[in-house]
């Protein structure tokens, strides 16, 4: 028997803290897969809204001009 590390420690499934399996990796099992995808979903859309940089501010800014120009001309 030269496999037993298999079981010793490894990968723990992030939402059940089970051991994973390889098929789905890191999880434990499709189910918690699924459920960090819709908690990774529900969490993008939950983010709270950051103060933007400077920087970001510019990037918006050139892009919201971009897009002005573009739509300048229906009248
Ligand atoms: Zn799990």
Redesign the pocket.
């Known amino acids: 028997m030269s496999d037993r590390k298999s079981h010793a420690r490894g990968p723990?499934?992030?939402?059940?803290?089970?051991p994973?399996a390889t098929a789905?990796r890191p999880?434990?099992?499709r189910?918690?897969?699924n459920?960090d995808l819709g908690r990774w979903f529900s969490g993008v859309y939950a983010i709270p809204v950051v103060e933007p940089s400077e920087e970001d501010l510019d990037a918006l800014e050139s892009l919201a001009q971009s897009g002005e120009s573009d739509g300048d001309e229906r009248d």
């Open positions: 723990r499934c992030p939402i059940c803290n089970e994973t789905t999880f434990c099992s189910r918690c897969a459920i």
